[in-house]
């Protein structure tokens, strides 16, 4: 499967982004479905996880937790990652990334996922 990730940008802090990852080349329905980041000199950092695409359980980073939420849409083959009230610590290349035998254990984990998307980049300024 191809993940595309898409919908990055700058904004001020205190806005929101939307986030887009889509799938071509199979369906993501049954894929656990992750987001994470990478800011300069640092690894790359869970934010959130649609657990096991409808089992209804979602999962966040800490830091993003009551801004950040993850969401999918069936039809589009797609998975959003909706930012509000960005921050300038919240800049980073943002990827989107999927797995099929994903257990819970390993959401957060970036080297159990099979599937990467190429990144887009958010710059949130203060």
């Known amino acids: 499967v191809q993940l595309q990730a898409s919908g990055g940008g700058l904004v001020q802090a205190g806005g929101s982004l939307r986030l887009s990852c889509t799938a071509s080349?199979?369906?993501?329905?049954?894929?656990?479905v992750g987001w994470f980041r990478q800011s300069p000199g640092k690894g790359r950092e869970f934010v959130a996880v649609l657990f096991r695409w409808n089992s209804g359980r979602t999962y966040y980073a800490d830091s993003v937790k009551g801004r950040f939420t993850i969401s999918k849409d069936d039809a589009k083959n797609t998975v959003y990652l909706q930012m509000n009230s960005l921050r300038p610590e919240d800049t980073a290349v943002y990827y989107c990334?999927?797995?099929?035998?994903?257990?819970?254990?390993?959401?957060?984990?970036?080297?159990?996922?099979?599937?990467w998307g190429q990144g887009t980049l958010v710059t949130v300024s203060s």
């Open positions: 990334a999927a797995d099929q035998h994903l257990i819970a254990s390993s959401i957060s984990t970036p080297d159990s996922y099979d599937y």
């Open positions: 080349g199979r369906t993501l329905r049954g894929n656990t």
